[in-house]
């Protein structure tokens, strides 16, 4: 597609169950970020992929959190045991990652998908 | 650590200007961005600055001080859709984003 796609939008749990949260980069971009977001707040960064380099995984809260990008392209949040404070809106962004006088690097957000743990 | 500060909200009225300042403290800096964030939408890309000086771009200008770790986004004739957060992101040494906070920015008629 177009854009950064994500699924789904909107995702409502119980407590203690495992979510899987997609991203559909934009084609031909290499690095693909995962954020957070809660309520009017700002944007917490969670992982990071480039290419085949391993991923930066400094900004996952716990080791309930993990994500996976196959081939290069889509990526999967997983979260076990979601517990409360995990309901927030998840955020993908996809760039470029080529720095040059024509690039800048700048992110290009997916829609978010919200997760509410009930 | 590294840090970035923004106001948290701003109030302006329509066909204004205003200023919205963006400080920040990081190891290195490879540039500096704003976006735009509508409430309950995704954050868009409005300008990026990596030399010092203005960067127009129609009723949107940003300007970097890198020996002042400072930028400023400067939106003129503000019109109600402008009412939004804007979020200020800098690149550090290692190509990672620090991003700010945001700012509320809320238009008046």
């Known amino acids: 597609g177009a854009g950064v796609s994500q699924s789904p939008s909107n995702k409502v749990t119980e407590k203690g169950k495992d979510v899987e949260l997609r991203c559909d980069p934009i084609s031909g971009h290499t690095a693909l970020y995962w954020y957070r977001q809660s309520l009017g707040q700002g944007l917490e960064f969670l992982i990071y992929f480039q290419g085949n380099s391993a991923p930066d995984k400094s900004g996952l809260p716990s080791d309930r959190f993990s994500a996976e990008r196959t081939g290069g392209s889509v990526s999967t949040l997983t979260i076990q045991r979601t517990q409360q404070e995990d309901s927030a809106v998840y955020l993908c962004a996809s760039s470029l990652d080529l720095l040059g006088p024509l690039n800048t690097g700048e992110l290009f957000f997916g829609e978010g998908s919200r997760l509410t743990v009930l | 650590g590294q840090n970035i500060d923004q106001p948290t909200e701003m109030t302006a009225t329509e066909g204004a200007i205003v200023q919205i300042n963006c400080t920040y403290q990081t190891s290195g800096f490879n540039g500096l961005f704003w976006y735009q964030q509508h409430a309950g939408e995704a954050p868009t890309f409005l300008s990026y600055?990596?030399l010092d000086g203005l960067e127009e771009k129609g009723r949107f200008s940003s300007f970097l001080s890198r020996s002042k770790g400072y930028s400023y986004l400067l939106l003129k004739e503000l019109q109600m859709k402008d009412s939004a957060s804007y979020l200020c992101a800098v690149r550090d040494s290692n190509y990672q984003l620090i991003w700010g906070a945001g700012t509320k920015l809320i238009i008046k008629p």
């Open positions: 600055n990596v």
